[in-house]
């Protein structure tokens, strides 16, 4: 499967984005798909995710604000970003989880090509 992410760009501080991660090759509704962030000079960290039962895990940074969906009918997954900080800056990725723990990156493959989302002060 390949993904690509979509939706990011640059936004205020308080605004908010949509961010749509779409498959291609094979369907995704029995897998679980997550999204990462990776902020300039810092590790690649867990966002959202969204277990293929609808069941969903969030970052306590982000818990409130985002919110993590799936449309098995379109192959997408996305991820809506509300109340957006500056510390939120950073190239957003979406993955195929494919066992173990949803918060951690080496539970993941298929990395899908990035979206850049910028919040400004």
């Known amino acids: 499967v390949q993904l690509q992410a979509y939706g990011g760009g640059l936004v205020q501080a308080g605004g908010y984005l949509r961010l749509s991660c779409v498959a291609s090759?094979?369907?995704?509704?029995?897998?679980?798909m997550g999204w990462f962030r990776r902020a300039p000079g810092k590790e690649r960290e867990f966002v959202a995710a969204?277990?293929?039962?609808?069941?969903?895990y969030y970052a306590d940074s982000v818990k409130g604000r985002f919110t993590i969906s799936r449309d098995n009918a379109k192959n997408t997954v996305y991820l809506q970003m509300n109340s957006l900080k500056p510390e939120d800056t950073a190239v957003y990725y979406c993955a195929e989880h494919f066992g173990g723990s949803y918060y951690v990156s080496p539970s993941y493959g298929n990395w899908g090509q990035g979206t850049q989302v910028t919040v400004s002060s």
């Open positions: 969204i277990s293929w039962s609808g069941g969903k």
């Open positions: 090759g094979r369907t995704l509704s029995n897998y679980a």
